[in-house]
């Protein structure tokens, strides 16, 4: 039986309905969802009539010889719907409910067996940089379909049988069944190809589609910086307790400039730095510490949307972001689904919290007497992103999950303590007000060693009005409060000698802090060694894809 395929989505006005002909022609229609079945099937009629007729046309020659006069109009064939049991559908029903998977279609003598919304395909991407022993993650987008019920194939080229260099156009199954290829040593020189077949979790399945590699397998470069670590995070760990990462992942738009090239990573091979290749390295740590959290910071929107989410999603997590508005990058939290659900998010841009929101409404009449410093804060388009999130095994444990990063200027302390007193009070309004008593994790590249007064207003609750940090930049941009939070925040890895290693500098700048009162720290995943982090002197390198590293930890409920 021939397929009529229909897509009928509820918020679209029209379905569509896609045919052939019995003579070979293709139909695709367009009609309003509430138009009654028997104007469609009306119109179906005359496009079929239309169809036998220019089928019909044939020369004067082949006319005379099989006797025809050719003046005969084509008379349109009965044209009916029956449903899945076999009663016919009344012409009075409204298509979107008449056009039901399963119905068939008769044209006449042919008949069409009705797939609604059937698995389609809308793309399929594979990464442009394929490394051996990293693993290759596509982009699978479809609609009426997820990639977990989709079916991978794939294959590599077949090497010539003299032992050339050029590889010969035929293909040989490489692996079956997994949405994730790594690809051998093996494989290096040789090109990979992708056949997905659409599904959905009702054993339905869509036309397949394939995708090449634009280029082959290059060789990988060796071990990484976070191979060891890989050694303590290889499972996920239990229900009672959740492993958090933090990492600030080098956005393309900093590390892509002839600065960065020249004066920050001068000692970084410029191969290590494109996008391309760091992608193959995050992609391969991160899924490798099987994190149910990660909170990452300068992350481009297009390596969230083309990248990371189909890398993550394919390991279990499921993905949020938050641009900063000024610039292509922002924040992104991931979350194990399996352990997790999102119960709300309250992202803000400090800038605009300040100027908008009563929450902050001391504050910013404190901070409209220092208009320097206001105006500095003000320009600043850092953002701080807030989930919700609920235990799918035990629904009384909610978690909030706060993720920022704030202003970077070595002489901008003072700029940090506001931006970090938005930050706290924003919580506060979420995990008091909103959730009360909910337990706070606050991850992120806070642009502030241990020392600075951002840390210790974090960890202690309060900040003096007389604290050094509030004349970071001299004393025409001092700006004095004393500022308190209610929170009691450990930062659940310490206080590392760096997390942060470039050339002209390192330092400890990125933590997760936990709510001590609700949460402990089970373990915390060894940083690299300092042998590791500078064999190619300092970070970004081609073997560690940030100028940070990341924190881990595993945390359990009290």
Same mark, same amino acid.
């Given at each position: ?20 002909? @019995? ?141 050339? /260099? ?16 790594? @690809? ?62 933090? #990492? ?16 920050? #990573? @001068?000692?970084?091979?410029? #191969? ?19 994190? /149910? ?41 991931? #979350? ?96 008091? /007000? ?125």
């Amino acid at each position: 039986m021939e397929r009529a395929v229909v897509r009928c989505v509820p918020s679209e006005p029209k379905l569509s309905l896609r045919f052939v002909l @019995p003579d070979g022609s293709a139909r695709h229609m367009q009609r309003d969802q509430a138009e009654p079945l028997g104007r469609a099937l009306a119109r179906i009629a005359t496009n079929a009539a239309k169809g036998h007729g220019k089928a019909g046309k044939k020369s004067k020659k082949a006319r005379a010889e099989e006797g025809a006069d050719g003046g005969e109009a084509a008379a349109a064939p009965a044209v009916r719907l029956f449903s899945r049991d076999g009663a016919a559908v009344s012409e009075e029903v409204p298509n979107a409910a008449a056009w039901q998977d399963g119905a068939v279609l008769h044209i006449g003598a042919a008949r069409y067996r009705v797939e609604r919304n059937p698995p389609a395909l809308t793309e399929l991407r594979l990464p442009r940089s394929l490394l051996a022993g990293f693993p290759v993650c596509p982009k699978v987008s479809a609609e009426f379909a997820a990639p977990q019920h989709c079916l991978f194939r794939w294959y590599r080229e077949q090497r010539p049988a003299g032992g050339g /260099d050029a590889p010969g156009e035929a293909w040989v199954e490489a692996a079956e069944g997994e949405r994730v290829f790594t @690809p051998s040593n093996a494989l290096v020189g040789l090109r990979l190809k992708l056949r997905c077949t659409p599904g959905d979790g009702e054993q339905r399945y869509g036309p397949a589609r394939e995708v090449e590699s634009s280029g082959p397998v290059e060789a990988g470069p060796g071990a990484c910086t976070f191979d060891n670590r890989h050694l303590y995070t290889k499972k996920v760990c239990g229900q009672d307790s959740v492993r958090a990462v933090s #990492y600030n992942i080098l956005a393309d738009t900093y590390a892509q400039t002839e600065f960065s090239r020249t004066v920050l #990573y @001068p000692y970084c091979a410029p #191969y290590a730095l494109e996008i391309d290749y760091r992608q193959n390295l995050l992609k391969k740590e991160l899924a490798g510490y099987s994190a /149910d959290l990660i909170c990452l910071q300068e992350v481009d929107k297009s390596v969230f949307v083309d990248s990371l989410v189909p890398a993550l999603d394919a390991f279990g997590l499921e993905g949020l972001f938050k641009i900063k508005e000024k610039q292509h990058e922002g924040l992104a939290t991931f #979350y194990r689904r399996d352990k997790f659900s999102l119960l709300s998010q309250h992202d803000i841009a400090f800038s605009e919290a300040l100027l908008s929101e009563p929450l902050h409404k001391e504050l910013s009449d404190q901070l409209a007497k220092y208009p320097l410093v206001q105006e500095k804060v003000l320009q600043r388009s850092s953002v701080l992103q807030v989930s919700v999130l609920q235990s799918t095994t035990d629904p009384s444990r909610k978690l909030c999950v706060a993720n920022t990063h704030l202003y970077w200027h070595p002489k901008g302390g003072n700029i940090r303590l506001i931006q970090i007193a938005v930050a706290l009070s924003h919580i506060k309004h979420i995990a008091c /007000d909103l959730y009360p008593n909910i337990p706070v994790i606050f991850c992120g590249d806070f642009n502030s060693t241990p020392s600075s007064g951002t840390y210790s207003f974090i960890s202690s609750g309060a900040i003096a009005e007389d604290h050094e940090d509030w004349v970071s930049n001299g004393e025409e941009e001092r700006c004095s409060m004393a500022l308190s939070h209610p929170f009691k925040l450990l930062s659940a890895c310490g206080e590392p000698a760096y997390t942060n290693y470039v050339g002209g500098f390192h330092g400890c700048l990125d933590y997760i802090f936990i709510d001590k009162n609700a949460l402990e720290v089970e373990q915390v995943i060894p940083l690299p060694t300092h042998e590791e982090v500078t064999t190619h002197q300092a970070l970004p390198s081609v073997s560690h894809p940030s100028d940070h590293i990341a924190l881990i930890c595993d945390l359990k409920w009290k």
